[in-house]
């Protein structure tokens, strides 16, 4: 398909409204010029933003229209005045857009406890009308960016229709439903029973399994918009489809991790069943002490197997079962055949520590559960970024 190929039906506006005074553009409106069908899944966190309360009650028929997005700005913590602003900005963008309020989603994300700077916003939905461009999922894409080095967009085909993804995160990522701001438009028909369970699933092994520094945010929002004007999919295809944008979306974000230089994908096989692989390589990716390792290439595998250790809730993982690979290089237990003296160990776990990507292979010898995480190293740049974010 084409780099500027987009779903049929779909309109995107973006301009500066001034949540952060550089002129860059910070508030996005995605949205099918059509009726369309939408599946969602949010944050858990106790302190979730009205954007997210508001969206959520917008989902629950799953008709929706788009979204507005505000970027660097998360409106969370701000109490009444904070819900009468983001309820405020849905209203005038409906209104301004023809689009019924009740069918159009929000959200927000960036520093918390600040107020939206309401009389720009309100001055930008003045000039706000219904004939927004087709297209722009690239502005789109950076438009909702904060801490982000690069926009996140991927697309794919799925026979006559197209998927777009866009997404955004770099850091608090330790997603409980979802994670960060991802949406999805297509112009694929489908039954909306079927689209969200295909839409759940997908998010569980994508967006559920990946991990930059085990905070969970306030604002997190994922949602899949399908207008149908291309017709007809196989269900199956598009879940292969939809899964193929995910897992790109969440690669490039796990390597875009605030401060990140590498990609960790840790993947845990021979588990109970497919929560405990979960449980374990989350506790592996999630460990400063494996992702100070892997930032410093320092070959230290014993770290590994600490991380998995401190599962001790799951009494069936047994050492003397456990499998540890750096990519191919068998490391535990010593003597597995494959595995070479502690100095060749050392020298081939540093090379595989290397690259951008470092794959950690986890095998507990129980049953055949198994899940993937993604995550990233923690670096200087992480602390850093993180000690002045909202000075």
């Not at 989603?105 to 001055?123: E, F």
């Not at 998010?203 to 207008?227: G, H, W």
């Amino acid at each position: 398909m084409t780099e500027n190929e987009a779903p049929l039906g779909f309109a995107v506006h973006t301009a500066p409204v001034g949540l952060l005074d550089d002129g860059r553009d910070d508030f996005t409106v995605l949205m099918s010029t059509v009726p369309s069908t939408v599946s969602a899944v949010f944050t858990r966190s106790r302190f979730a933003g009205p954007s997210v309360v508001i969206s959520r009650a917008a989902c629950a028929d799953h008709n929706a229209r788009g979204v507005v997005v505000l970027a660097r700005n998360a409106n969370v913590a701000t109490g009444d005045e904070g819900e009468c602003n983001a309820r405020e900005v849905r209203a005038l963008t409906a209104r301004a857009t023809g689009v019924p309020e009740d069918e159009l989603l929000i959200a927000s994300t960036g520093v918390i406890g600040r107020q939206y700077p309401m009389p720009a916003i309100r001055d930008h939905l003045k000039t706000l009308t219904a004939a927004l461009p087709d297209g722009g999922f690239e502005r789109a894409a950076r438009a909702i960016m904060t801490t982000d080095t690069r926009p996140k967009l991927v697309r794919r085909r799925i026979g006559e229709a197209t998927l777009v993804g866009i997404a955004k995160g770099v850091g608090m990522m330790e997603p409980d439903m979802a994670t960060l701001l991802t949406f999805f438009a297509t112009d694929a028909r489908l039954d909306p029973g079927e689209q969200d369970r295909i839409f759940r699933r997908v998010m569980d092994r994508t967006f559920n399994a990946v991990s930059i520094d085990t905070d969970t945010s306030t604002s997190d929002t994922a949602a899949l918009f399908a207008n149908g004007l291309a017709g007809d999919v196989s269900p199956d295809a598009f879940e292969e489809a939809l899964y193929g944008v995910a897992l790109d979306l969440v690669k490039d974000i796990a390597s875009d991790g605030e401060g990140a230089g590498k990609l960790i994908e840790v993947q845990v096989t021979g588990a109970r069943d497919d929560a405990q692989a979960k449980r374990v390589g989350k506790a592996v990716v999630n460990s400063p002490l494996v992702k100070t390792a892997v930032h410093g290439g320092d070959p230290n595998w014993g770290r590994v197997a600490m991380a998995i250790g401190k599962c001790s809730d799951d009494t069936d993982i047994e050492q003397d079962r456990v499998v540890i690979r750096f990519g191919d290089v068998a490391v535990y237990p010593p003597g597995l055949p494959g595995t070479r003296d502690e100095d060749e160990v050392r020298d081939a776990v540093a090379a595989e520590m290397g690259g951008t990507e470092v794959i950690i292979g986890i095998e507990l010898g129980i049953a055949d559960g198994a899940f993937t995480v993604y995550g990233c190293d923690l670096t200087e740049g992480y602390v850093r970024l993180n000690a002045d974010y909202s000075t």
